[in-house]
């Protein structure tokens, strides 16, 4: 079934495309990849999915819902982790995950429940009543995580959410995120660093520039190339995007 | 509009602004503090000074012969008391005498007799040697009316014939408490008391968000752009109103304190001193039920503006750097919203001056403050206010919604 559904989605900054007639298909129970290169457009479209960004064309349905038009129902429906999300320093870990409990309308003893769940889960529970203010990069990132599931919603966003971890707390993201998928769920992986797309991902897609330049699984796009890693399709496809975008500017010159 | 997730809003930033020792400073202890200082040891401080003062006599140096009629005005009469000292040359007098005198050879003893000048040596950069000469004019020109006094009593004339038209004033308001120098000051202490416990939280609640990034996540959650400005206008209005209430207590704390603590600790004599000197500065406090009631609620109103007024700088701003900077000119502006009210007594009755944002709440406080507080001014202020703050609070939500001001720097 499909969970978000992005028809020709178009923003521009200024002069720059940041996204130029972008159309995806994502169905829910699985680990969507967003692979591209810095600057290709990922945060931007991630982010009108998130309601926060306003296209310029085109539109993005979450779960049938018209993100532009029923942003609060759309927001109700997904969770967005992404690289460096803070925590509100001066309230504990429990505070940050209540705070956000009460704005998604998740009732106390729901949070309750979740909050023990996921300090399980994450392995958050010795620290959980601490004053954020004195967590490490990984602990907040936890805590983010947690607080982005706490109201179990359809689909997670996890944007880059790795930068900047160590060992254990990436590996404890990976887990979480394969765990959240076996729920059903749909979780859209955005990175830039293909060993960790390889280990996750079901199905990816790269953008380029603003445009999708592939949209297959992830074990069709490593067969793509001799040594069947995504690094290597990833590279391939990139570069020949880019030979086109050169040889098009060049004949329009 | 869901008011339940405004006031979550509401309440997580007031639990994190209370655990902020800064805010806490800021917003507490400045404005609780500032008032007793301000009523209290300032009038002891200059009760104080002019006990100093009068115990240690100002030294006079004279050179010659004064009369014993203008002696006595100078060593203790009704003006202050001077401590006469001989010298051989007034010019070489020294540094231990606050001015100098040469008294001539002759000395006019009665109208009629020839002119002579006394000669005062003075230091111009000595504060205590330019009030002495104060004195001694004064005592001269006692001592010259003594007697012209005598010559009209030898002449059969009575000397209040040199009087013959007096003034007496007589206060036409008799609630009125008169010229007060706390009702024109404190409606700017609270101003700034508001302002400044506001503005904590208005840059933590805005800039610090982005920081800290934490806004985010909070606009990819169900509450709309409205109701999160109006979570943090309210977070904002909450610690700038406390901080204002927070300083009329102090007011009130320094009322009990003149009124029973002094006289309980350093005895009547202290107390009444303390209210002598106290009403001699116009920092005398008598506050009825209906004048807190109208300072209250003006305040309550002032807060409101100017909590939307810090707010909206801070919502533009992309750092507590950059935050601080817009922030500063609005004390700026509250004192010039002030200057009307100061001067209003010499521009008439001047109705419209209510309906101002700002200026017609202070005008309400400094009414209420000399017991001339009227309902339909305070409405006409809280009118003004609400108009201009809802202004201010739309322009705050436009500010918002831009993704060019949300997404700088991120």
């Known amino acids: 079934m499909t969970m978000i559904k992005i028809e020709r989605l178009t923003k521009r900054f200024k002069s720059v495309a940041a996204l130029d007639g972008v159309s995806l298909s994502l169905s829910g129970g699985q680990i969507f990849g967003l692979l591209g290169p810095n600057g290709a457009g990922k945060t931007t479209l991630l982010r009108i999915i998130a309601t926060l960004l306003k296209p310029d064309q085109g539109a993005v349905f979450l779960d049938g819902l018209d993100v532009q038009v029923q942003a609060l129902a759309v927001r109700q429906r997904l969770g967005l982790v992404n690289a460096g999300m803070g925590v509100y320093e001066r309230l504990s870990g429990r505070e940050n995950l209540y705070f956000f409990a009460e704005l998604y309308g998740v009732k106390k003893s729901r949070a309750d429940a979740r909050i023990a769940q996921l300090s399980a889960e994450l392995c958050i529970g010795a620290w959980i009543d601490q004053p954020a203010g004195g967590y490490s990069t990984g602990m907040k990132q936890k805590i983010v995580i947690a607080r982005a599931v706490l109201h179990e919603p359809p689909v997670l966003i996890l944007d880059e959410a790795s930068n900047g971890l160590d060992v254990l707390a990436r590996r404890a993201l990976m887990d979480f995120a394969i765990n959240y998928r076996a729920l059903g769920k749909l979780v859209i992986y955005s990175t830039h660093v293909m060993a960790e797309a390889q280990t996750l991902c079901d199905h990816a897609a790269i953008l380029h520039m603003g445009r999708v330049i592939a949209n297959d699984s992830v074990a069709n796009l490593r067969a793509s190339t001799p040594n069947g890693t995504l690094e290597e399709a990833f590279f391939a496809i990139t570069q020949q995007a880019s030979q086109r975008d050169f040889e098009s500017s060049n004949q329009g010159t | 509009m869901r008011i339940r997730r405004i006031f979550s809003l509401l309440k997580m930033q007031v639990q994190a602004s209370m655990r902020d020792r800064r805010t806490f400073w800021t917003m507490v202890l400045v404005p609780l503090l500032m008032m007793p200082v301000l009523v ?341 202020a809280i009118s003004g206010n609400l108009a201009l703050t809802t202004i201010l609070l739309a322009l705050a939500l436009w500010t918002f919604k831009r993704e060019a001001v949300i997404f700088r720097g991120v």
């Open chain 2, 40 to 380: 209290l040891v300032m009038p002891l401080l200059m009760a104080k000074i002019g006990t100093a003062v009068k115990l240690d006599r100002l030294s006079v140096a004279v050179e010659g012969q004064i009369p014993a009629a203008l002696s006595a005005e100078l060593s203790g009469g009704i003006l202050p008391p001077l401590k006469l000292t001989p010298v051989e040359n007034a010019e070489k007098a020294g540094d231990k005498f606050v001015v100098a005198l040469r008294v001539p050879a002759v000395i006019p003893q009665a109208i009629g007799a020839h002119a002579a000048t006394l000669q005062i040596y003075v230091d111009r950069a000595d504060k205590r040697s330019a009030a002495t000469v104060l004195i001694i004019e004064a005592a001269v020109a006692r001592y010259n009316q003594a007697l012209l006094a005598a010559k009209l009593s030898s002449l059969g004339i009575s000397p209040s014939a040199m009087s013959p038209l007096k003034t007496s004033t007589i206060s036409a308001k008799p609630g009125e408490l008169g010229f007060n120098l706390l009702g024109m000051i404190l409606p700017i202490l609270l101003s700034i008391w508001t302002l400044v416990g506001g503005q904590a939280t208005a840059i933590d609640t805005t800039v610090g968000e982005r920081e800290r990034a934490t806004l985010e996540a909070l606009l990819a959650a169900p509450i709309s752009r409205a109701e999160v400005v109006l979570g943090k206008y309210l977070s904002v209005l909450v610690f700038g109103l406390s901080s204002g209430l927070l300083g009329l207590c102090g007011l009130g704390i320094s009322t009990l304190i003149m009124k029973f603590g002094v006289s309980h600790s350093f005895g009547p004599i202290a107390a009444i001193a303390l209210s002598a000197a106290s009403a001699k500065l116009g920092l005398s406090v008598s506050l009825s039920l209906a004048s807190g009631v109208q300072i209250a609620l003006a305040t309550l109103s002032l807060a409101s503006v100017l909590s939307a007024l810090v707010l909206l700088p801070c919502i533009y701003a992309r750092s507590y750097k950059e935050a601080q900077m817009y922030v500063a000119p609005t004390a700026i502006l509250a004192m010039l919203a002030s200057a009307p009210v100061q001067m209003k007594d010499f521009f008439g009755e001047f109705a419209a001056l209510f309906w101002l944002p700002l200026t017609g709440s202070i005008a309400c406080i400094s009414d209420a403050l000399v017991g001339n507080a009227r309902v339909g001014d305070l409405l006409a």
